[in-house]
């Protein structure tokens, strides 16, 4: 059977995403915080696997390559200190075949992730960055993904630069900034740089990692704005952080004061991944997904809570109703109340911790 490409999925309705694949695999034991290197893909392919499975279980329709920072610059970088000997080649090879493994056990398409470059801020200029993203592109098409995603770029010259350089293999273009309403690394606001990613060719534009929904949803809607009045129509995307970052400035998450390995208290709830998923619908967001801190559970809450327009839900709800409805078996009275999507919309959960937060506040990242 003939898989649906990505631009008609998108033009007939929702396409969902996954989530964070380096922030997961820290946490199981197959990455190393700090460099984040991807080359769990050929040390541990069962762990990645797994969690591909995961996703498509849970209502993704794409596997994306686990080729986050696989360019060489900075693979080499942080990859010798952690005992990475892989290329940039090697690694994206494997993804590839992980990630097609995967999607084929479902209708879910593949794509290729490339990202930014070290050697963009070392100011090695335009030509190394192409050279850095053609070869993960080189892998990419030859390994037949369905699509390319430009994500976590900071900086809109270099997201030009790399949009520019996957252009040439032909393969519809999503390109995603880690940015806030602040704009880009140099006050580039969300709106231009929307309109430079789509005049650079992109099909799909949009807002990942960094931040937690909420704020994702508030740079989206000027990108649209500003989308809206140059007569612009890409595709919107949008895959936000799983955790609460309210007060952060353009570094987003990783100003907090738990970040990287106490972040456990800003997870959302599969509840909260309710309230996204539709306000980003209504907004006109048809590649919904989520980023680092997203699992599988906020991922079937997207499902769920669009099941009416996709006309289904995910396998992984066979284990769960929507809202919380299967606490209604619970042999406790007590928890068997808690049920509905009233109960659970209205909670604001605590923590549970006895002492108050180190951090209250959170102070600016310089
Ligand atoms: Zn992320």
């Not at 794509?111 to 892998?139: F, M, W």
């Not at 040439?168 to 704009?183: D, W, Y």
Request: hydrophobic residues 35%; glycine residues 10%; proline residues 5%.
């Amino acid at each position: 059977m003939v898989k649906k490409g990505l631009l008609e999925r998108l033009r007939e309705g929702v396409v969902i995403g996954d989530g964070g694949f380096v922030i997961a695999l820290e946490k199981r034991g197959y990455v190393t915080g700090g460099p984040w290197t991807p080359e769990a893909v050929i040390e541990n392919p069962d762990a990645v696997r797994q969690l591909h499975r995961e996703f498509l279980r849970a209502g993704s329709d794409v596997m994306q390559t686990f080729t986050f920072y696989s360019t060489d610059d900075k693979l080499k970088l942080g990859g010798n200190e952690v005992g990475n000997e892989f290329t940039c080649s090697e690694i994206n090879d494997a993804a590839c075949r992980l990630a097609h493994e995967v999607a084929n056990e479902g209708d879910a398409l593949v794509a290729g992730g490339v990202t930014q470059c070290p050697s963009y801020t070392q100011g090695k200029g335009k030509e190394v960055i192409q050279d850095q993203i053609r070869d993960q592109i080189t892998v990419f098409v030859s390994k037949k993904v369905d699509f390319i995603i430009c994500e976590f770029f900071m900086y809109i010259e270099e997201m030009e630069w790399v949009i520019e350089e996957v252009k040439k293999s032909g393969l519809p273009v999503a390109a995603t900034m880690c940015i806030g309403t602040g704009g880009d690394h140099r006050g580039v606001p969300p709106g231009e740089c929307a309109i430079r990613m789509a005049k650079a060719g992109a099909d799909v534009v949009g807002v990942n990692c960094m931040y937690d929904p909420y704020m994702t949803l508030d740079t989206i809607r000027e990108m649209k704005r500003a989308l809206d009045g140059a007569g612009l129509s890409p595709f919107l995307m949008t895959q936000p952080n799983g955790f609460y970052t309210t007060g952060t400035g353009k570094y987003g998450y990783l100003e907090c004061h738990e970040y990287p390995f106490a972040m456990e208290p800003r997870v959302i709830t599969r509840f909260d991944v309710h309230k996204y998923a539709r306000e980003a619908y209504d907004l006109g967001v048809r590649y919904i997904g989520g980023c680092c801190g997203f699992e599988a559970y906020h991922t079937r809450a997207i499902a769920e809570e669009l099941a009416k327009e996709r006309g289904k839900l995910p396998p992984a709800s066979a284990k769960h109703k929507t809202w919380g409805g299967c606490n209604q078996l619970s042999a406790y009275s007590f928890i068997a109340k808690r049920c509905g999507r009233e109960y659970w919309e209205e909670l604001v959960p605590s923590s549970g911790r006895p002492k108050k937060p180190t951090h209250e506040v959170n102070m600016n990242s310089n």
